[in-house]
């Protein structure tokens, strides 16, 4: 059979039949949601092909509290979910972004709302806007914080990298890079103006965030920025 052939691009590109857990990395940058009478969240407008008998609602805007309405008053991130529910299989992406599955144990986890690609309904979610933040233009303003025990996918542009956060050593990062972290840790903003100059693309260059105790933050080698509401 020639390399090249219409028959050599399906064999090397179709579905892997085999695989049926509920979150599948069907490829790098894309993930595959075996539903079997059950609901799974997605982000709106990350589907991008399923079968079966699958149905999709969008969520309410005020499902996840107040601070999810006034996101969409102040920004353009991405903290809209949508339910997937029925028997079936569902493919997500984000922008050919890379894809991580997690498996949160009782666990708790924050990310940034952006980046957050799917999750078992069986995780709490709640959107929250980051203290000190609401005047701020640009991205990074919410986060969701997922708690309880379940899978959850979130995305990054390029290979995300995980710094440790330990007692007396604290870790600056830059909003637009920050993807997630421990559930134990809260955020400061650290202001410097004199960082405008040095480093950051955005308008966010002449603050950070800052992490203190012990756990870890997750950043990618990208500083994303967001549209504007819809």
């Known amino acids: 059979m020639n390399k090249y052939s219409i028959q050599s691009f399906i064999q090397e590109t179709a579905q892997k039949d085999e695989r049926n857990d509920l979150f599948e990395l069907e490829k790098e940058y894309l993930l595959e949601l075996n ?4 609901t799974v969240m997605i982000k709106k407008g ?21 601070g999810n309405l006034l996101k969409k008053a102040i920004s353009g991130e991405g903290t ?30 924050n990310v940034n709302g952006n980046d957050v690609l799917a999750h078992e309904e069986s995780l709490k979610s709640d959107v929250k806007l980051m203290k000190s933040m609401a005047g701020v233009v640009g991205g990074g303003l919410f986060q969701v914080h997922l708690s309880g025990t379940g899978h959850a996918a979130i995305c990054t542009h390029g ?3 995980t710094l440790l956060v330990k007692p007396g ?6 909003p637009n890079a920050t993807v997630a972290w421990s559930g134990n840790l809260t955020p400061k903003i650290k ?14 260059e002449s603050f950070q965030l800052q992490f203190e105790g012990d756990g870890w933050v997750i950043v990618q080698p990208y500083e994303e920025t967001y549209g504007t509401a819809e």
Do not use: C, H
């Open 35 to 38: 539903i079997k009478n059950q």
């Open 46 to 66: 990350a589907m991008v092909a399923y079968d079966g008998d699958v149905k999709f609602e969008r969520e309410g805007m005020l499902s996840k509290g107040v």
């Open 80 to 109: 809209s979910m949508m339910k997937a529910t029925g028997t079936g299989r569902v493919y997500v992406a984000d922008y050919a972004k890379k894809i991580r599955v997690l498996y949160l144990e009782n666990e708790t986890i």
């Open 159 to 161: 290979d995300p990298l």
């Open 169 to 174: 050593k604290p870790v600056y990062t830059d």
């Open 191 to 204: 202001t410097d103006i004199s960082f405008k100059t040095l480093i950051g693309r955005g308008s966010g």
